[in-house]
């Protein structure tokens, strides 16, 4: 009789009769032990694909800019690594280079790179290692974080200086709805279900 | 009390990458056959490991607190920001934004360090009680977590804009430094920390 251990609390549960539509919980600790696994594997590459061009217009584009005292200055996502780099903060530069442009970048990337060879029933070279990789890097990927923190620098602002929001700023926004929702569809029980499914 | 069979009693382990669920009795380093990820009962010195990042954490969090985060520099004065000050720089603007930082700079990090301690002290005495709650207690600390990296954001883009020459000039404190360490101190705490160690007394 196949088993499912509870992620929390470690209780066993009979995993026999859950259907892959409905969501699981623990009748010990009520944490989520199964989610809906019944997704397509063409619906995450389209998002993937969607994320990489709001990815691309987030960064090509600036988030916002200023008008004060006649002079207009704009930043782009980059920058705000890029001003704490230049003032000597390398390791606090590096911590939002990583969370908020590496972090989605790598993220879309791993995922069409496995993605792709596994709806022809193929495996990209290195897939373990790189999905793995992906559940690392999405811990490490606060792209709604970030949203939020431009919306407290520009109040800040708004008593100072004129302030015009950016094409950028609202990719960003559809970004972090695109991510949200890919990672939801690429749990680990869902692309392992993929994987078994292309083995099949 | 009754015995309810969980994945230790029943030789079963959960692979931490991919979720599956691995019988591996006498195995001495067994790995995941499904993503050849390396396996373990209980996430390895899992409450030693919490507790000294935690120290950590609850160290930084007084500089982090103390030492201005920002400078701004304009024509007509020179200002150095703490997290605190900053907030309530932000009260004149619009309340709800400064009640935001308040409690995403502030109250989160503490409630955080405080948190993982209560829990890290009762999986350590293996304390029976009330571990549903103290269950919830750390998913819930889990999912804050990464808020508090909210006024790193916000000063980066304030430094990335203001940068007028000679009118304005903003400028990145110690403070932040020691407030972004503070943040990712607790998240990799919460990382380090193995919810299930909660239930094992039973």
Not at chain 1, 21 to 48: F, K, P
Request: with cysteine.
């Amino acid at each position: 009789m196949p088993v499912v251990v509870c992620p929390s609390c470690d209780l066993a549960h009979r995993a026999s009769k859950a259907p892959v539509t409905a969501r699981t919980r623990c009748v010990r600790c009520h944490a989520l032990v199964q989610r809906r696994e019944n997704r397509h594997i063409d619906t995450a590459i389209a998002l993937a694909a969607t994320a990489l061009v709001l990815f691309f217009l987030s960064n090509a584009y600036p988030l916002v800019a200023i008008n004060y005292n006649g002079t207009t200055r704009a930043a782009t996502l980059l920058d705000a690594a890029e001003g704490l780099y230049a003032q000597g903060h390398a390791a606090l530069a590096w911590l939002v280079f990583i969370t908020t442009v590496l972090g989605p970048l790598l993220q879309i990337a791993i995922l069409l790179y496995v993605l792709i060879p596994l709806r022809r029933k193929r495996r990209a070279p290195g897939q373990n290692t790189a999905y793995r990789l992906l559940t690392q890097i999405r811990r490490w990927t606060f792209v709604e974080v970030f949203m939020l923190g431009c919306l407290v620098a520009l109040v800040r602002l708004s008593g100072y200086a004129e302030v015009v929001t950016g094409v950028s700023l609202w990719s960003c926004g559809l970004l972090m709805l695109a991510l949200a929702s890919l990672t939801v569809h690429t749990s680990p029980a869902q692309f392992w279900r993929w994987v078994d499914w292309s083995r099949a | 009390m009754s015995t309810q069979a969980t994945g230790k009693s029943l030789g079963l382990l959960l692979c931490q990458q991919c979720h599956a669920t691995v019988r591996a009795l006498g195995v001495k380093y067994p790995r995941c056959p499904r993503c050849h990820a390396h396996l373990f009962l209980r996430k390895p010195h899992s409450l030693g490991v919490t507790a000294a990042l935690l120290v950590c954490a609850a160290v930084l969090y007084v500089p982090a607190n103390l030492l201005p985060v920002m400078y701004t520099r304009s024509l007509l004065e020179d200002e150095r920001d703490t997290i605190m000050s900053g907030v309530l720089v932000l009260l004149h603007n619009s309340w709800p934004i400064a009640v935001l930082v308040f409690v995403a700079s502030i109250v989160v990090p503490l409630l955080k360090i405080l948190g993982l301690s209560v829990l890290v002290a009762s999986a350590w005495r293996r304390s029976p009680r009330q571990r549903a709650q103290r269950s919830q207690l750390f998913r819930m600390v889990e999912f804050i977590g990464r808020w508090s990296m909210l006024d790193v954001y916000a000063i980066s883009l304030l430094v990335a804009l203001v940068q007028i020459r000679t009118l304005a000039f903003v400028g990145v404190g110690w403070g932040a430094v020691c407030f972004a360490a503070v943040v990712v101190l607790t998240l990799f705490a919460a990382r380090t920390f193995d919810e299930r160690l909660l239930w094992d007394a039973t």
